[in-house]
Structures are given as C-alpha cells and as structure tokens.
C-alpha cells in the first residue's frame, strides 16, 4: 500500500521528501478538503520532489461545470505531475458526473499521456447531497480515469469511518479493483485508523491531519515525529 502525505508548500514537500513517502500531494486545505493550490506552487514542489516520489495536485471540490473542471486538469496535467485529483462535489445525477469526468479525462489525455486521472468521492455524500462513491467507482471506469478515492468533504472532527463503515469501503474496493481502477482512502484519518486501514484492501492511503501537529487539518503543520511513525507503520505492514 502507498502513502500519499499532502503538503502545501515546499517546506513540507522537502520534509515528506526525507522520509520517502511514495506520493506527495499538493492542495491546499483553506479552499476545501481538495482545495487547488496555485500551479506555481505546484511546479516548484514537482521541481524539488525526487523523481523517486510521485507527486499529485488536487484541482478542488469541482462544481457541476465541465468547461471549468476539464480546464483545471489540463493546466495541471501540464506540469508534469504523476496524479491529477478531481472531486466530484456539485453533482448529484450519474449522468452529470460521468460528463464532467469524461471531459476531465480527454482534457488530461489531450497533454500527457502519463498523467493519471483520480477522480474522488465524498464519504459524507448524504449530508453535501452528492453521489455515492460507490456510484464514482462505475463513472470512473466508463469516462476512462485511472483510479477513485474515498474523501470526506466536511473535515470537521469527523472521519470517513463516522460516515461508512468497513463492509462499505471493503466493498468499494473490490468493485473499484473488479473495474480495473486504482483505489485510495482518505478523510481526516488520524494515526490510530492506519491499522484498520490496512485491512481494507486499498492501494493508497492519504493522509494530512495524521501527520499534523495538531488536528487543525488547515491551520497546522507537517510534525516530523507524527510522519515518521506513519512512516514506519506503513513500512511493517508493506514488509508482511
């Protein structure tokens, strides 16, 4: 399994850097739970990130605007990132998302070819009134995305386990692998969730508030005692 850390400078990049996270992803929490970061930021942590480490860019909690959302993605599929993350926040029909994903996709594919597509569902669905996840994981496959993502949309105290519980995610990854899709799992999860974690069967695990100094998953910072023990955690079970 990968860990995927979000940093949102290049002060944290390097300090994720040192311990040899396998993804570093760059948002930027003040703008939502996958607020965009502004492409020179982006660039610049692409620039020091060993080419060892994968890097990723969320492009925000999109709305239901195909033109906007496609126009995101191709601008930061330019930068020579690994991931592009897409949220799929303002839509509530299947036949919305699949458009906005497919017009994400061919945007990415029109710049890079290796460039992959993760488009990202919300745990608390119900209570923002978008899709399901496990409907994200068919949209996915149908617009030609590389993986899906399980988030949590309103951070708050809460986690993705307050809002589904293991025979969900455990279902949502095995549909998303039966579909070919790469499957990650996110949403305010704290050092203590990194052990059920394991046992669901994603690919990747991302985290920010499990490495943050406090819980304040906006106004902290990357804690270098916290990432290490992280760290280490994912190395014990990878090594099972």
Known sequence: MKLLVSVVDRREAKIASRYSVDIIDVKNPREGALGASIPRVIRDIRMIVPRGIEVSATIGDLPNLPGTASLAAR????????????????????????????????????????????????????????????????????????????????????????????????????????????????????????????????????????????GDWVKSRLDETKLSILVEKVRRFNSM
């Open 75 to 214: 601008g930061a599929a330019t930068i020579g990132i690994n991931y592009v993350k897409a949220g799929l926040y303002g839509v509530s029909r299947v036949r919305d998302g699949l458009k906005l994903a497919r017009e994400i996709c061919i945007a990415v594919r029109e710049v890079s070819s290796d460039t992959r597509i993760v488009l990202v569902g919300y745990a608390d669905y119900a209570r923002i009134r978008s899709l399901e996840p496990m409907k994200i994981v068919d949209i996915a496959a149908d617009a030609g995305a590389d993986g899906v993502m399980i988030d949590v949309k309103t951070k708050g105290g809460n986690n993705v386990f307050d809002y589904l519980d293991t025979s969900y995610l455990t279902s949502f990854a095995d549909k998303a692998s039966s579909r070919g899709l790469i499957k990650a799992l996110a949403g305010g999860l704290k050092l203590d969730d990194i052990d059920r974690v394991f046992k669901l069967g994603f690919d990747v695990v991302g985290v920010r508030r499990a490495v943050c100094s406090v």
